[in-house]
Nanobody, 117 residues
Framework: QVQLVESGGGLVQPGGSLRLSCAAS????????MAWYRRAPGKQRELVAT???????NYTDSVKGRFTISRDNAKNTVSLQMNSLKPEDTAVYYC???????????WGQGTQVTVSS
């Protein structure tokens, strides 16, 4: 019943922009901390950005100033605006919803982002 569905990935040139979206269903969205992770070929999964249920944002250093995470509790969505994209941003990006109480953690299927000329 719980679903997280990412969209918005694709091929973009270096310096370009993409906006990823994640639509959640089957959870009480407002109580979940939301995050975007990514996994590049041959690398470990990396936490990219988080936004808590209270709206506090955090980013990994490599994307600070370029990426913005946001959430819309009325629409049960979380987004990742990605600007000034670099080839090293190429990865599969995953949406995550996490709650400590009640306990729960859920993942989307991922969406491919490729930054290449």
């Amino acid at each position: 019943q719980v679903q997280l569905v990412e969209s918005g990935g694709g091929l973009v040139q270096p310096g370009g922009s993409l906006r990823l979206s994640c639509a959640a269903s089957g959870i009480t969205f407002r109580i979940y901390d939301m995050a975007w992770y990514r996994r590049a070929p041959g690398k470990q999964r990396e936490l990219v950005a988080t936004i808590t249920r209270r709206g506090t944002r955090n980013y990994t250093d490599s994307v600070k100033g370029r990426f913005t995470i946001s959430r819309d509790n009325a629409k049960n969505t979380v987004s990742l605006q990605m600007n000034s994209l670099k080839p090293e941003d190429t990865a599969v990006y995953y949406c995550n919803a996490d709650s400590d109480y009640p306990r729960g953690s859920y993942w989307g299927q991922g969406t491919q982002v490729t930054v290449s000329s």
